[in-house]
């Protein structure tokens, strides 16, 4: 997929080298030569010396054809205007970093397919990471409605040993809570259990949540025999 990056801060650089790593072709645009350089350089992108929201800069960057956008720059004004400019141009899928929540709905009326608010990302890891900090790593989905959490089943537990239909049917595990993805060992691939799949101790699950059951979840996995 050709995809196209506004602003080649330490945002927009670390997107375009994850991209670049996994396959897809990556173009930026920025202001400053020397990060223009470096993303040549060092990333292995595409690299436009100019404003995002110029439109003979988009352009001759190939706007038109971009399978995705992402308005990664230094203000939400300028983000704003970028994603207005895609969407005039027909980009499919648009995505625009956001500082300040006032600017969410002009960003989705513009728009910006997803809308990634980093204050409040950043807030949220770290509240989790405090809160539960045996939590692997949590994501959130539809405005935090739902939470998809990784743990670790520790030796000696209540669930190592037991098959995914088994807890699913225990009346302890929370209701609307499900087991959707399962690691025996970290150098092994994320598999999608079944019924059938054992627990094994040392093992990592992803489990899927609602919010108000995550402590729940955490200690029925956490409890021990």
Known sequence: MYVLIGGAGLVGLSLAQKLVELGHTVAVIDIDPIACRYA????GAMAFEGSAVSTEVLLE????????LAAVLRSDALNLAMVTLAKHYGAPHILSRMRHPDFAEPLR????NHIISTVELSVSTMVNAIEYPQVE???HFEQGQIEV?????PNNCYVA????AEIAQD????????????????HEDLMIPNGSTILEPHSTVLIVTKPGSLHQVIDFIEQRC
């Open 161 to 164: 040993g037991r098959s995914v």
């Open 171 to 186: 009346s302890q595990f929370p209701t609307g809570s499900l087991i959707i993805g399962y690691q025996p060992h970290p």
């Open 149 to 153: 959490l990784k743990l670790s089943i």
């Open 109 to 112: 009326i513009a728009g910006a």
């Open 40 to 43: 040549r350089e060092q990333v």
């Open 137 to 139: 790593s949590m994501m």
């Open 61 to 68: 960057a190939g706007i038109r054809k971009a399978g995705s």
